[in-house]
């Protein structure tokens, strides 16, 4: 594969104009996190009723083989939402990942921390070789160590923002499989363009890296196909900016998902989410970020429910697939209410309101 890179160096000293006293910024800033406001989401988790923050039952999974794999169609881009923000994608041919979470929980400790609600719809040792991985930023809802580590194996080339490409490193990658961005930086392969663009949110693994690296969104135009990967946001106009530069997108996927009123600058409603899409000029909207953790206090299905109701009031084409789900941008886009059977009693009434039965 050619991994030529277009204006940008491999591993570039953090000289961006957002890089400054030793952290990555936002353009417009955000409020820091306080120990009050800390106290306050602890004892909110501690004291405040929540309705099916988890499935109840097994969800529906469309499990998936390597032969699977291989007999899609080489001249078509062929995604797959794994779970979460991981999504799988055949670009005619190659395999790549788009912040592949394999692991059993969202969380440095093994035994503790957000629990998957569904297995993966295919293993890590189940994949073929996988030619890329596309990391949005470090949180650990999207960089698994132990699947980098197991997906280095296949000699695969990660393209990471700014800074991550050190733990990579320190995680056993060579340094020559390792492709860092910052805003705005563009590869081309081949016939593709990969361009990694803004967001605003925030990085960090533990208590002392807080956005000590960057974080960001993806852009993939491909000669037939234009995607768009959110990775994690709050809305801001930076959405127009990239819908004016790369779009319009054929296929975006949002983050909608994990929000909260108290953490609203950097986690979008899925009525911002939807809002987002048209600012990208997109055609068909995915939402991500949900359905696989419980990662805020919202019932895990809300964030399609609230994503559907908004889409369908702007006319919205929405693709809402199960786990393992082979979708075609030019095949028929089925948008399933698939999450309705697993809705509560105590909950229908209010989620009908938001988006009526059909």
């Known amino acids: 594969m050619d991994h030529h890179l277009a204006s940008q160096t491999r591993h570039q000293t953090p000289n961006a104009s957002q890089f400054y006293k030793g952290q990555f910024h936002n353009p417009e800033p955000i409020p820091a996190n306080s120990f009050s406001n800390i106290a306050k989401i602890i004892g909110r988790y501690i004291t405040e009723k929540r309705i099916d923050p988890m499935p109840s039952s097994q969800l529906p999974i469309n499990m998936l083989t390597k032969a699977q794999l291989v007999q899609l169609d080489n001249n078509q881009l062929h995604v797959i939402k794994l779970g979460h923000s991981s999504i799988l994608l055949k670009v005619y041919g190659e395999y790549w990942l788009l912040d592949p979470v394999f692991a059993e929980r969202a969380s440095p400790f093994s035994s503790f921390g957000p629990k998957r609600f569904h297995e993966s719809p295919i293993s890590l040792s189940a994949l073929p070789p996988i030619d890329r991985v596309l990391i949005s930023h470090n949180h ?181 697939p199960i786990p393992g789900q082979v979708f075609s941008l030019h095949s028929e886009n089925q948008n399933k209410l698939w999450w309705r059977k697993f809705v509560s009693d105590e909950a229908r009434i209010s989620l009908t309101a938001v988006a009526p039965t059909e």
Do not use: C
């Open 140 to 320: 650990y809802d999207h960089l698994d160590k132990q699947s980098v580590i197991e997906l280095a194996k296949m000699n695969t080339q990660f393209m990471v923002p700014l800074g991550v490409g050190a733990d990579l490193v320190k995680w056993g990658l060579k340094k020559n499989q390792i492709d860092e961005f910052d805003w705005w930086q563009e590869q081309n392969n081949g016939d593709t363009l990969i361009a990694f663009t803004p967001t605003r949110h925030f990085s960090g693994r533990a208590l002392s890296d807080g956005n000590k690296t960057l974080w960001g969104s993806w852009v993939i135009k491909t000669p037939n196909e234009s995607l768009y990967f959110s990775g994690d946001s709050g809305y801001f106009d930076g959405f127009k900016h990239i819908g004016k530069r790369y779009g319009p997108f054929d296929l975006t996927m949002i983050e909608t998902g994990a929000y909260d009123k108290d953490w609203a600058d950097v986690h979008m409603t899925p009525e911002q989410s939807i809002q987002a899409h048209i600012d990208l000029r997109g055609d068909i909207m995915m939402p991500i970020h949900n359905g696989t953790f419980d990662l805020a206090f919202h019932s895990w299905y809300e964030p399609l429910e609230r994503a559907y109701g908004a889409a369908k009031s702007h006319n919205i084409n929405l693709h809402t």
